[in-house]
């Protein structure tokens, strides 16, 4: 589209690229990207009932549309998967000699805190876990403080459908412009099974499924492609510029004459699979196999509930046409015997549903669906009773090994990618701190722009029980593997170092307390017992005195 980055600010390559943000090909990619969001928020019905009219007439799917559906398939196996920060993570700054640099780590995990990272990094990772692709955008945000204009810094995952990117040339992998835009979903209401009033009084959402056509036609006016591009903004970023443009690629507002100022992209790529392109391929089998599983259990749902009613039937003549069937309704049936007519008769056909079959089917692509996503089948139950013993041993770490090594690849990607989140950050930090817009509470804060944080992903933790974790705990104080504040942490990971310090004291100080007073009471039990013995008795009635803890004063 185009080789250098100075090429947006010419119109004619702003023209040609909103086109191709717009052309079918980049909708469907945005379309397909918003399909498995809504299936990770537990909207699939609408999908569902699209892929049944695949299979069943309109009437036969309006009929269906009780038993519909929308288990959350995405959600369960998304966050299965996207781990990388569930065992907690360490920040920390290194100094040109290797060493720790106590200050800058104090301050990142002030700022980590203050901006929610580690949620924002969880969310990131799922995202990335569902879309393959994600945009770490930090942004400049203007707020009012105390009645001024300033700035803070917002940090927010962008997923596929929010944004458009020009590959670099020689590096299509890369990002070289990258244009926020609005996207409008697709109309899925087009999809629905329902086209008129009565079918609309059957589905039961007449007020907000349905509309009557209007019998006035909508004048539209000969001016209107031009006023809807005009009131089209698109957001241009690159590495040495920045301005927004409307839909015709007119520049309608620059904020600082169109330059970046802090020349350099304010975003970080996440992207898993990537091929030679930008955009990465794969992870459709998730939200599809999400679709048909449950159009699979709707299909059973429906199943069982119609067949599972016996279908009434009647025989004989003069027949009643109008039959109310209940425990408290009778129907009477007449017949001339003298006139040698044959009794009516009355009854029920009861279907055989495979409602087992069934069910074996949808296990069974379950199962599929989980292990080919690095899962084991154990993480879903189908049933209330019927859940097998929890694993244990060797059991346990043959049915966690596989989903493991598929974390750890992830944990590269963030261990590469989120210390350019806080150099960013430190640019635009710095930026708005010289101009004296910074908000007051990140002006404490002084973090070089070249900063190296490095991260440390806690291991996952394996399933066990509180005897067994505390049994763990104690092994690993006797053999000496940990002070007292890590045994402390690793027992409580929300714990800082400072508070299980802090802890650390308090049940020391009481452990002495008590110690103390067992040691008070045990002799003073002592003496005050008569057991007898011939000896002393100055001896015997001294006063016995406790001195430091583990001491006893006679």
Request: proline share 5%.
């Given at each position: 589209m185009i080789s250098a980055e100075a090429e947006i600010l010419d119109i004619g390559a702003r023209v040609r690229i909103i086109e191709r943000i717009n052309s079918q090909e980049n909708k469907n990619r945005k379309d397909e990207s918003y399909k498995r969001y809504?299936?990770?928020?537990?909207k699939t019905y609408l999908y569902v009932l699209k892929k049944m009219l695949?299979?069943?007439?309109?009437d036969t799917v309006i009929e269906m549309s009780y038993a519909i559906a929308n288990i959350s398939f995405v959600?369960?196996?998304?966050?299965k998967l996207a781990r990388v920060y569930s065992s907690g993570v360490t920040r920390e700054v290194y100094s040109e000699e290797d060493e720790i640099d106590e200050d800058l780590t104090q301050q990142i995990q002030e700022l980590a805190k203050l901006k929610c990272m580690d949620t924002k990094m969880k969310k990131t990772n799922r995202a990335n876990k569902r879309d393959k692709n994600t945009l770490f955008y930090v942004k400049p945000q203007p707020v009012l403080e105390d009645g001024q204009d300033k700035y803070d810094v917002d940090l927010c995952p962008l997923f596929p459908f929010l944004y458009d990117v020009?590959?670099?040339p020689q590096q299509r992998e890369k990002h070289m412009v990258v244009i926020l835009s609005h996207y409008r979903p697709p109309d899925l209401s087009l999809g629905l099974p329902i086209q008129n009033e009565e079918q609309a009084a059957r589905h039961n959402k007449k007020a907000t499924l349905y509309q009557a056509p209007s019998k006035r036609k909508k004048a539209i006016p000969d001016d209107f492609d031009k006023f809807k591009k005009e009131s089209e903004r698109y957001i241009w970023w690159s590495d040495s510029y920045h301005f927004?443009?409307?839909?015709?690629?007119?520049?309608?507002q620059t904020g600082g004459d169109g330059v970046n100022p802090i020349q350099v992209l304010p975003f970080v790529n996440f992207a898993e699979d990537q091929d030679g392109t930008f955009w990465a391929t794969g992870g459709d089998d998730l939200i599809d196999g999400a679709i048909l599983l449950n159009s699979m259990i709707s299909h059973s749902n429906h199943i069982g509930?119609?067949?599972g009613y016996g279908q009434l039937y009647m025989t004989g003549k003069n027949l009643p046409k109008n039959v109310k069937v209940g425990p408290n309704s009778v129907i009477r049936l007449e017949y001339d015997a003298a006139a040698e007519e044959s009794?009516?008769?009355i009854g029920f056909l009861n279907a055989n549903p495979p409602l087992a079959d069934l069910k074996a089917q949808i296990e069974m692509f379950c199962a599929l669906l989980l292990t080919t996503n690095n899962l084991s089948v154990s993480g879903v139950a189908t049933q209330l009773g019927g859940a097998a013993t929890p694993a244990a041993g060797i059991s346990l770490i043959i049915d966690k090994a596989e989903s493991m090594e598929d974390v750890s690849d992830q944990a590269q990607i963030f261990k590469d990618n989120e210390p350019l989140i806080w150099r960013l950050m430190a640019k635009w930090m710095n930026y708005y701190k010289g101009k004296q817009l910074l908000v007051s509470n990140l002006v404490e804060f002084d973090l070089p722009e070249d900063i190296e944080v490095q991260l440390k992903f806690g291991d996952p933790k394996p399933i066990m029980t509180e005897k067994e974790k505390l049994d763990n705990l104690k092994?690993?104080?006797?053999l000496g593997l940990n002070t007292k504040e890590e045994l402390m942490m690793m027992d409580d990971p929300s714990l800082t170092k400072e508070q299980a310090s802090k802890k650390l004291l308090e049940l020391t100080k009481q452990k002495m307390i008590q110690t103390a007073q067992a040691v008070d009471n045990a002799v003073g039990g002592n003496g005050n017992q008569d057991n007898g013995q011939p000896g002393d008795t100055e001896q015997n009635s001294q006063r016995v005195e406790a001195g430091p803890v583990g001491y006893t004063e006679v």
């Amino acid at each position: 589209m185009i080789s250098a980055e100075a090429e947006i600010l010419d119109i004619g390559a702003r023209v040609r690229i909103i086109e191709r943000i717009n052309s079918q090909e980049n909708k469907n990619r945005k379309d397909e990207s918003y399909k498995r969001y809504l299936g990770y928020k537990d909207k699939t019905y609408l999908y569902v009932l699209k892929k049944m009219l695949l299979m069943f007439k309109l009437d036969t799917v309006i009929e269906m549309s009780y038993a519909i559906a929308n288990i959350s398939f995405v959600r369960k196996i998304i966050d299965k998967l996207a781990r990388v920060y569930s065992s907690g993570v360490t920040r920390e700054v290194y100094s040109e000699e290797d060493e720790i640099d106590e200050d800058l780590t104090q301050q990142i995990q002030e700022l980590a805190k203050l901006k929610c990272m580690d949620t924002k990094m969880k969310k990131t990772n799922r995202a990335n876990k569902r879309d393959k692709n994600t945009l770490f955008y930090v942004k400049p945000q203007p707020v009012l403080e105390d009645g001024q204009d300033k700035y803070d810094v917002d940090l927010c995952p962008l997923f596929p459908f929010l944004y458009d990117v020009v590959e670099r040339p020689q590096q299509r992998e890369k990002h070289m412009v990258v244009i926020l835009s609005h996207y409008r979903p697709p109309d899925l209401s087009l999809g629905l099974p329902i086209q008129n009033e009565e079918q609309a009084a059957r589905h039961n959402k007449k007020a907000t499924l349905y509309q009557a056509p209007s019998k006035r036609k909508k004048a539209i006016p000969d001016d209107f492609d031009k006023f809807k591009k005009e009131s089209e903004r698109y957001i241009w970023w690159s590495d040495s510029y920045h301005f927004t443009t409307d839909g015709n690629g007119e520049m309608v507002q620059t904020g600082g004459d169109g330059v970046n100022p802090i020349q350099v992209l304010p975003f970080v790529n996440f992207a898993e699979d990537q091929d030679g392109t930008f955009w990465a391929t794969g992870g459709d089998d998730l939200i599809d196999g999400a679709i048909l599983l449950n159009s699979m259990i709707s299909h059973s749902n429906h199943i069982g509930i119609v067949q599972g009613y016996g279908q009434l039937y009647m025989t004989g003549k003069n027949l009643p046409k109008n039959v109310k069937v209940g425990p408290n309704s009778v129907i009477r049936l007449e017949y001339d015997a003298a006139a040698e007519e044959s009794a009516p008769q009355i009854g029920f056909l009861n279907a055989n549903p495979p409602l087992a079959d069934l069910k074996a089917q949808i296990e069974m692509f379950c199962a599929l669906l989980l292990t080919t996503n690095n899962l084991s089948v154990s993480g879903v139950a189908t049933q209330l009773g019927g859940a097998a013993t929890p694993a244990a041993g060797i059991s346990l770490i043959i049915d966690k090994a596989e989903s493991m090594e598929d974390v750890s690849d992830q944990a590269q990607i963030f261990k590469d990618n989120e210390p350019l989140i806080w150099r960013l950050m430190a640019k635009w930090m710095n930026y708005y701190k010289g101009k004296q817009l910074l908000v007051s509470n990140l002006v404490e804060f002084d973090l070089p722009e070249d900063i190296e944080v490095q991260l440390k992903f806690g291991d996952p933790k394996p399933i066990m029980t509180e005897k067994e974790k505390l049994d763990n705990l104690k092994l690993r104080d006797e053999l000496g593997l940990n002070t007292k504040e890590e045994l402390m942490m690793m027992d409580d990971p929300s714990l800082t170092k400072e508070q299980a310090s802090k802890k650390l004291l308090e049940l020391t100080k009481q452990k002495m307390i008590q110690t103390a007073q067992a040691v008070d009471n045990a002799v003073g039990g002592n003496g005050n017992q008569d057991n007898g013995q011939p000896g002393d008795t100055e001896q015997n009635s001294q006063r016995v005195e406790a001195g430091p803890v583990g001491y006893t004063e006679v």
